[in-house]
């Protein structure tokens, strides 16, 4: 194996990732560049088994997107309609919200996953209520709910402070904050592809004061666009300091481009040879994130399950009603049972384990 790292120009990191060393931004620019990106996937295989063995973590949960009226206009998003009335625009009441929670009373969900677009009429109400409806019917369910674009959002938009906006948001049920809203943090794609939504330092600062008060998150990357190598490694070391700082970060996950239905549908979709080597590259480069997470929905179920051998231990969950991904294209379903995906898990050669969303491992049977 060493010839082979050799000859690939890889055995210095090799032996750094030995040594317990960081990766640098070089380091991972060269992982991007590898022509022998198998190996750079048994490099991401080892640090992952390191860390979970041949587990690979799945949740129990379900998504609502309670509205799709957004103010924003990144060029990647297939799903927001930008005003009440537009063709396909939709915003739930929110009994019709609490109605998907409670059509699904005999299921043994362990979380609500909700992310909206940016409505610029909705009362904060809207949102407490929200998340108060649902515990109300569920008050053991974890609100994984509203990215940090969406704080910010609400920030500006009811004049309070992020962190405000935060407490006030806990104090009616919000247990974690999902990664979506971090696109590429590099300024230079920022500006071309989310110019009018919340910048990277923000979105990082939100997730800041999200752990100082006690929460876990998640950070996401949307990759295969206009991106360099660079910009990817750059958006991922940005994500480990962060990490450095307040641990709470449960996840990185990286979510593939779809081109269709949007302003970006000349570009192709990122190839599967791309996903994995993201996947393998975030294991290598983020040594302090305990999980990377193959979204099934974004990577289609071959190739997530192909990830779990390019550093990736977690596979999300059963999801249930996604729009975002099946507005953009993706033709994957639009949820998975429990005993499908730990049939995909065990038919990639891992061992499925049931988790909630802070990786207590669920006592489930199927
Ligand atoms: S990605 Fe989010 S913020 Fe951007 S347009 Fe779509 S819904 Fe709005």
């Known amino acids: 194996m060493r010839s ?7 055995l210095d990191i090799a032996d750094k990732l030995d040594a317990g060393i960081r990766l640098s931004l070089e380091d991972g620019v060269r992982l991007f560049e590898a022509g022998d990106f198998l190996l750079v996937g048994w490099l991401a295989n080892r640090e992952s088994e390191k860390r979970n063995g041949g587990r690979t973590f799945y949740n129990y949960n379900s998504r609502i997107e309670a509205t799709n009226v957004c103010v924003a206009s990144c ?11 537009d063709a396909d ?18 299921q043994p969900l362990t979380e609500i996953h909700v992310v909206n677009g940016l409505h610029p009429d909705l009362p904060f109400s ?4 929200l998340l108060t409806g649902f515990k109300r019917i569920r008050p053991n369910i974890h609100l994984k709910c509203f990215t940090a674009v969406e704080i910010a959002f ?14 006030e948001l806990m104090a009616a049920g919000l247990d974690s904050l999902p990664g979506g809203g971090a696109e590429i943090f590099a300024e230079r794609v920022r500006q071309k592809i989310c110019h009018d939504k919340c910048g990277a330092d923000r979105y990082l600062d939100i997730h800041r004061i999200a752990h100082r008060l006690g929460m876990r998150s998640n950070v996401t990357m949307l990759y295969g666009h206009i991106e360099t190598a660079e910009e990817r490694v750059d958006h991922m070391l940005r994500a480990r300091t962060l990490q450095d700082e307040t641990g709470g970060f449960q996840a990185f996950i990286p979510l593939a481009f ?8 000349k570009l192709p979709a990122p190839s599967a040879a791309d996903t994995l080597r993201v996947h393998a590259v975030a294991r290598l480069v983020l040594d302090n994130v305990p999980h990377i997470k193959a979204f099934w ?7 997530a399950q192909t990830a779990l051998w390019f550093g990736a231990d977690d596979l999300d969950g059963t ?39 802070l990786y207590n491992v669920v006592a489930h049977a199927v």
């Open 4 to 10: 082979r790292l050799r000859s690939a120009g890889l």
């Open 75 to 85: 060029l990647f998003c297939s799903f927001a309609r930008l005003k009440p009335g």
């Open 89 to 106: 625009a939709y915003t739930m009441s929110l009994d019709e919200a609490w109605d998907k929670l409670r059509s699904r009373a005999a």
């Open 126 to 129: 809207y949102y407490t209520d």
């Open 154 to 167: 609400f920030a500006d938009l009811y004049q309070m402070t992020d962190e405000q906006v935060l407490r």
């Open 258 to 265: 779809h081109p269709d239905n949007n302003q970006m549908r």
């Open 297 to 303: 929905i974004a990577t289609g179920v071959e190739v």
């Open 319 to 357: 999801v249930q009603e996604e729009k975002i991904y099946h507005m953009a294209g993706s033709r994957t379903p639009e949820a998975m049972t429990t005993r499908e995906i730990e049939r995909l898990i065990r038919a990639a050669g891992r061992e499925p384990v049931e988790r909630d969303t």
